[in-house]
């Protein structure tokens, strides 16, 4: 039963290609691109996977999220989405939260708050978080958005609340 | 030449498809609808297309923006990304503002606030956006984020700056 | 020898009252008139007291907060400086959720967001604050700020992390 | 007239004295030497006599404000008033940026972060503000809040909005 919706499916992605521009191959490729490095293993998340993010640690303890700049994350006016920019952030400040506490507990975002400085154009967007103080329950921390010029396009603050990770 | 590109386009989705799960299809399989959508003018943005939201006005002058909840939005613990909250409440607000000024005019988002209240589960989100003042280049506003049982489950607040609509 | 300081300080007041303004003699008369009422216990802070602020719940219990205006508050520009908006807003929405747990319990702010949208002039400020959300730990809330003509001049946002109070 | 309503203050002021406490009685000598402060250029508001606050710029162009705790700014809690902290970081940020800006200009505050991290309690708080970016209408900035023994106990980040300053 798989192979005929497998076979439906592809018969809808051939008709898509027929009329599409370069630029939707381009994204459909990247996305399938995405899946497959979430099938195996790189990416925990689909929205990772589509927006190809890369993170990594910094010797000084931030943590570092690069999100190439493509049309998926692009709004009306050719510029990164706000919605986009508040998601890298909440992602670099989330994930360093949760990687700085016991493996049996987690951290979700209770508030953000975002500045938007300058349009996000360009190849990339890099954004460094760090915690600005961890306590018990609440963490608080900030995060930065260069553009590939390292020029300085947003600025956030988050707070996370600290809990118990629920049993799966 | 774009021919041999769909080919080898088609030949990856047809490889992805054969060890993919039913939530990995169902995911591709909506953002073949959105892409067609997009194609035929449905959404104007890709990043709209894939998380098929819908937009209209409420009778009160209201904005309001309904996000399916699918995998493609969820974070690691399966509730939706934050970051994608934050994507609908900048949505909404953007949208209201950017359609309450003349045509010739393009209001960005110059800050943002988040207050994440519950977990972001069900079948939808619904964000209800509201202008609370709106000046010659300012422009404030709010919006309210309800799960399909009409929990308040986020709250955001939005500074728009006004300006002249970049010539094309 | 308390005798002996307060006629020094009695000194010092009739030494400044020589040169005093009208505006200034308003001052002290109302810090004096603040001082008073704190003293019998219309006040419980020298901040409520020297700025007569008046608070009250409403019936649909929403809690309102008045500021009258008076140059004590005011920024060099002749307006409420920014920080006293922040200040009755973040007194309104304590206040508002510190009345609303049990009385062993306390809630301290964690965060504030504030929106400046009016100039605040006129005769005072009406604050009326209203809680979004009460969780076990964290209270979210929210409030306006009207001026005479009960025009919106600004909007915040608070989160209240409640915990145990403090034994005396 | 003005002997009059002077001996009459006066009169009101010896009252008050007669059954003050210690910290009453500080409190009224530290008002009364903030208002001589003002009275000869030391102060330009009210609120900045009435706290004692000391500004001056850094080195690297940050600006520094240190805020005196005393009972006047004290919570019921017996810590600052999450309200003056507030009042300190847009009292740094607003003066910078003011500073920094043209003679013909002023600055207003738009919108207002502040997230509170620890109690503040001790001597005194010493905030540094800096500018994140300086657009022509707009200008963001951030500012930390420690204590006396230089921990952070409050943050806030701002956004202003450059106009010409009215003609007095």
Redesign the interface.
């Known amino acids: 039963m798989?192979d005929v919706?497998?076979e439906q499916?592809?018969q809808?992605?051939?008709n898509?290609?027929?009329?599409?521009s370069?630029e939707?191959?381009h994204?459909?490729?990247t996305?399938?691109n995405g899946?497959?490095e979430k099938?195996n293993g790189t990416y925990?998340?689909?929205?990772a996977a589509?927006t190809q993010i890369k993170t990594r640690f910094l010797e000084n303890g931030d943590y570092e999220v690069i999100l190439p700049i493509q049309?998926?994350?692009?709004?009306?006016?050719k510029i990164v989405?706000?919605?986009?920019t508040?998601?890298?952030?909440?992602?670099a400040m989330?994930s360093l939260v949760n990687q700085s506490i016991s493996s049996d507990l987690?951290a979700?975002?209770?508030?953000?708050?975002?500045?938007?400085?300058?349009?996000g154009v360009g190849s990339h967007l890099r954004c460094v978080a760090s915690i600005?103080?961890k306590?018990r329950?609440?963490c608080?921390t900030?995060a930065k958005v260069y553009d590939e010029k390292e020029k300085?396009i947003a600025?956030g603050?988050g707070?996370f609340?600290i809990m118990k990770r629920?049993k799966k």
Chains 1, 2, 3, 4 share one sequence.
């Open positions: 798989n919706a497998n499916l592809l809808r992605v051939e898509f290609l027929t009329n599409s370069d939707e191959r994204l459909l490729s996305i399938i899946f497959s099938q925990t998340t689909y929205l589509l049309p998926l994350i692009e709004n009306p006016l989405h706000g919605g986009m508040a998601t890298l952030l909440d992602t989330g987690a979700v975002t209770t508030e953000m708050n975002v500045h938007y400085i300058k349009p600005l103080n306590g329950q609440l608080v900030e300085l600025m603050t707070t609340f629920p």
